[in-house]
């Protein structure tokens, strides 16, 4: 659970990445973790910032390659996996080191804006668009896996004149060890994956033809 927005949003087949600049000097430290190399770094007053941008598209694609396991409509013969495409979408990131160099909060925020699931036998397809902000503190400097992170935002699939029929939308505070702290707003992915919920699919799939 603790890496599902992550997993939802940088399923990329291909990347263009572009770096963002900003005022500071150049650096001369070893940082731990290192960033990713689209991040362009900097030292800052007593520490070092790291930030970046990375935008992508992808041709359809089945769920499975997202999740690791398939979002699936209908059952028997009639069944189908879902496939997930994107037009445009970017993501921001931005990672704060200590003067020892040790990596102490990182900041994501992932917009895609046309994307769509589709059916692949039919070809029926329902647009959707995402804004996520990934926030991620570390309780020991350099230790990922001390990170509490708060993730803000929300994902919307909506038939062109219609309600939507699939909905994340809110706030989830995860602890480190991924248990649930706070959660605010309706999460269907979340009662999908964690909850084990595979009704809260059946709007979706009947906008697919399922």
């Known amino acids: 659970m603790k890496r599902l927005a992550i997993a939802l ?7 263009v990445l572009t770096s ?16 990713p190399p689209y991040e362009t770094c900097n030292a800052v007053g007593a520490g070092t910032i790291c930030q970046g941008t990375v935008s992508f598209t992808y041709a359809p694609v089945d769920t499975a ?28 990131a931005r990672r704060i080191y200590d003067a020892d160099g040790n990596l102490v909060r990182r900041m994501r925020v992932d917009h895609v804006e046309a ?15 995402s804004l996520q902000a990934i ?39 995860l602890a480190p060890d991924g ?15 964690v909850n084990g919920d595979a009704s809260v699919l059946d709007p979706l799939c009947a906008a697919l033809g399922a």
Do not use: K
């Not at 963002?20 to 960033?35: E, I, M, R, S, V």
């Not at 997202?66 to 993501?91: E, H």
């Not at 803000?152 to 809110?170: K, N, Q, T």
């Not at 248990?179 to 269907?188: I, K, N």
């Open 135 to 173: 926030d991620d503190v570390l309780a020991v400097p350099g230790n990922l896996g001390s990170a509490t992170e708060t993730l803000a935002g929300e994902w919307i699939f909506r038939p062109a004149h219609s309600a939507p029929v699939f909905l994340s939308a809110g706030r989830l505070v």
């Open 20 to 35: 963002a600049a900003f005022a500071g000097h150049p650096l001369t430290q070893t940082l731990n973790p290192p960033p």
């Open 115 to 129: 994307g769509q699931y589709s059916n692949p036998v039919s070809g029926a397809a329902v647009p959707y668009s």
């Open 65 to 92: 390659a997202v999740f690791g396991t398939p979002l699936v409509c209908g059952s028997g013969p009639s069944a189908f996996d879902i496939f997930d495409s994107v037009v445009t979408a970017n993501s921001l």
């Open 179 to 193: 248990t649930l702290d706070f959660r605010s707003g309706p999460q269907a992915f979340m009662d999908l994956f």
């Open 9 to 15: 949003s940088t399923a990329a087949g291909a990347l």
